[in-house]
Protein backbone atom coordinates (compact mmCIF):
# COMPACT_ATOMS: atom_id res chain seq x y z
CA UNK A 1 0.00 0.00 0.00
CA UNK A 2 1.50 3.25 -0.79
CA UNK A 3 0.11 6.46 0.84
CA UNK A 4 1.64 9.97 -0.43
CA UNK A 5 0.35 13.23 0.81
CA UNK A 6 -0.40 15.98 -1.59
CA UNK A 7 -1.08 19.57 -1.82
CA UNK A 8 -4.41 20.55 -3.92
CA UNK A 9 -3.80 23.74 -6.92
CA UNK A 10 -4.67 27.39 -5.38
CA UNK A 11 -7.95 29.06 -6.30
CA UNK A 12 -11.27 29.07 -5.16
CA UNK A 13 -12.60 25.82 -7.21
CA UNK A 14 -9.20 23.79 -6.48
CA UNK A 15 -9.90 20.75 -5.20
CA UNK A 16 -8.33 20.36 -2.07
CA UNK A 17 -6.23 16.94 -1.89
CA UNK A 18 -4.89 16.13 1.34
CA UNK A 19 -4.30 12.52 1.40
CA UNK A 20 -3.79 9.49 -1.74
CA UNK A 21 -3.39 5.71 -0.65
CA UNK A 22 -2.05 3.67 -3.12
CA UNK A 23 -1.71 -0.23 -2.53
CA UNK A 24 -0.02 -2.54 -4.47
CA UNK A 25 0.71 -6.30 -4.58
CA UNK A 26 -2.92 -6.77 -2.34
CA UNK A 27 -3.74 -10.16 -0.82
CA UNK A 28 -6.89 -11.72 0.33
CA UNK A 29 -7.06 -12.19 3.86
CA UNK A 30 -8.55 -15.82 4.70
CA UNK A 31 -12.27 -16.42 3.76
CA UNK A 32 -15.01 -14.80 5.94
CA UNK A 33 -18.58 -16.52 5.53
CA UNK A 34 -21.06 -13.60 5.17
CA UNK A 35 -23.87 -12.54 3.21
CA UNK A 36 -26.20 -15.24 1.31
CA UNK A 37 -25.74 -19.03 1.68
CA UNK A 38 -22.69 -20.09 -0.13
CA UNK A 39 -21.02 -16.75 -0.50
CA UNK A 40 -18.17 -15.32 1.04
CA UNK A 41 -16.17 -12.30 1.67
CA UNK A 42 -11.79 -12.33 2.15
CA UNK A 43 -10.48 -8.85 3.19
CA UNK A 44 -8.06 -7.54 1.04
CA UNK A 45 -4.65 -6.59 2.59
CA UNK A 46 -1.65 -4.89 1.21
CA UNK A 47 2.02 -5.90 1.22
CA UNK A 48 3.74 -2.66 0.82
CA UNK A 49 3.33 1.19 1.58
CA UNK A 50 5.55 3.54 -0.22
CA UNK A 51 3.85 6.52 1.17
CA UNK A 52 1.63 6.36 4.89
CA UNK A 53 1.55 10.27 6.05
CA UNK A 54 -0.30 10.63 8.29
CA UNK A 55 -0.81 7.20 8.47
CA UNK A 56 -4.53 6.62 8.05
CA UNK A 57 -4.31 3.36 6.63
CA UNK A 58 -3.54 -0.04 7.73
CA UNK A 59 -1.39 -2.64 6.04
CA UNK A 60 -2.30 -5.18 8.41
CA UNK A 61 -5.86 -5.02 8.62
CA UNK A 62 -5.98 -3.23 4.94
CA UNK A 63 -8.26 -0.39 6.24
CA UNK A 64 -8.35 2.96 5.65
CA UNK A 65 -9.53 4.68 9.72
CA UNK A 66 -11.16 8.69 8.75
CA UNK A 67 -9.84 11.14 10.98
CA UNK A 68 -11.05 14.10 9.15
CA UNK A 69 -14.90 13.95 8.22
CA UNK A 70 -15.74 15.39 4.66
CA UNK A 71 -15.92 13.54 0.73
CA UNK A 72 -13.63 11.11 -0.12
CA UNK A 73 -12.72 9.46 -3.12
CA UNK A 74 -11.56 6.32 -3.33
CA UNK A 75 -10.39 3.86 -6.20
CA UNK A 76 -9.21 0.77 -7.14
CA UNK A 77 -7.59 -0.90 -10.56
CA UNK A 78 -6.80 -4.95 -10.19
CA UNK A 79 -5.21 -7.20 -12.67
CA UNK A 80 -5.61 -11.01 -13.14
CA UNK A 81 -5.56 -13.88 -14.98
CA UNK A 82 -8.85 -15.19 -13.70
CA UNK A 83 -12.66 -14.17 -12.88
CA UNK A 84 -12.96 -11.60 -10.20
CA UNK A 85 -15.15 -9.83 -8.26
CA UNK A 86 -14.13 -6.39 -5.53
CA UNK A 87 -15.75 -4.30 -3.76
CA UNK A 88 -15.42 -1.32 -1.81
CA UNK A 89 -16.79 -1.90 2.26
CA UNK A 90 -17.33 0.97 5.00
CA UNK A 91 -20.19 1.62 7.69
CA UNK A 92 -21.60 4.32 5.32
CA UNK A 93 -22.32 1.65 2.51
CA UNK A 94 -24.64 -1.73 2.18
CA UNK A 95 -22.37 -4.96 1.72
CA UNK A 96 -23.82 -5.22 -2.33
CA UNK A 97 -23.99 -1.44 -2.93
CA UNK A 98 -20.62 -0.98 -4.40
CA UNK A 99 -19.60 -4.24 -6.25
CA UNK A 100 -17.44 -4.85 -9.16
CA UNK A 101 -17.33 -8.05 -10.96
CA UNK A 102 -15.03 -8.95 -14.36
CA UNK A 103 -15.54 -12.36 -16.07
CA UNK A 104 -12.94 -14.03 -17.68
CA UNK A 105 -13.40 -17.54 -19.59
CA UNK A 106 -10.17 -17.01 -21.36
CA UNK A 107 -7.29 -16.94 -18.84
CA UNK A 108 -5.73 -14.03 -20.43
CA UNK A 109 -4.46 -10.41 -18.18
CA UNK A 110 -7.45 -8.62 -17.23
CA UNK A 111 -8.01 -5.18 -15.45
CA UNK A 112 -11.15 -4.64 -12.77
CA UNK A 113 -11.30 -0.97 -11.83
CA UNK A 114 -13.99 0.09 -9.60
CA UNK A 115 -14.87 3.36 -7.01
CA UNK A 116 -16.85 5.37 -5.10
CA UNK A 117 -17.17 9.51 -3.73
CA UNK A 118 -18.10 8.82 0.13
CA UNK A 119 -18.94 11.03 2.99
CA UNK A 120 -17.04 10.20 6.25
CA UNK A 121 -16.63 11.21 9.28
CA UNK A 122 -14.28 10.82 12.10
CA UNK A 123 -13.73 7.25 12.51
CA UNK A 124 -15.86 5.45 9.95
CA UNK A 125 -13.73 3.12 8.34
CA UNK A 126 -13.44 2.00 4.23
CA UNK A 127 -11.91 -1.22 3.07
CA UNK A 128 -11.79 -3.63 -0.02
CA UNK A 129 -13.57 -7.12 0.07
CA UNK A 130 -13.18 -9.57 -2.79
CA UNK A 131 -16.42 -12.01 -3.40
CA UNK A 132 -17.83 -14.75 -5.18
CA UNK A 133 -20.70 -14.15 -7.34
CA UNK A 134 -21.35 -16.32 -10.44
CA UNK A 135 -17.66 -17.71 -11.08
CA UNK A 136 -17.11 -21.18 -11.08
CA UNK A 137 -15.58 -23.27 -7.72
CA UNK A 138 -12.01 -23.17 -9.39
CA UNK A 139 -12.21 -19.76 -9.91
CA UNK A 140 -13.60 -19.06 -6.11
CA UNK A 141 -10.75 -21.22 -4.46
CA UNK A 142 -8.09 -19.54 -6.62
CA UNK A 143 -5.48 -18.65 -4.47
CA UNK A 144 -3.16 -16.86 -7.15
CA UNK A 145 -1.65 -13.23 -6.14
CA UNK A 146 -3.80 -10.56 -7.94
CA UNK A 147 -1.68 -7.08 -8.45
CA UNK A 148 -4.36 -4.36 -6.53
CA UNK A 149 -3.72 -0.71 -6.47
CA UNK A 150 -5.90 1.65 -3.76
CA UNK A 151 -6.19 4.85 -3.97
CA UNK A 152 -8.28 7.25 -1.71
CA UNK A 153 -8.00 11.09 -1.05
CA UNK A 154 -9.95 13.85 0.52
CA UNK A 155 -11.54 15.81 -2.16
CA UNK A 156 -13.15 18.63 1.10
CA UNK A 157 -13.35 18.71 4.84
CA UNK A 158 -16.86 18.88 6.55
CA UNK A 159 -17.28 20.36 9.55
Known amino acids: MELRGTGGTKGPL?????REIWGQRGRR?????????????QKVVFQNAVVNTPGDFSLTTGTFKCRVSGL????FHAASRVSMCLRLRSEVVSETDL??????SRGTGQVLSGGAVLQLTKD????MEGFTDNQSPSVSTDIQEKQIIFNGFL???IS
Open 124 to 127: QHVW
Open 99 to 104: GFCDYN
Open 29 to 41: APKEPRGKEGSST
Open 72 to 75: YYFV
Open 14 to 18: APRVI
Open 155 to 157: LFP
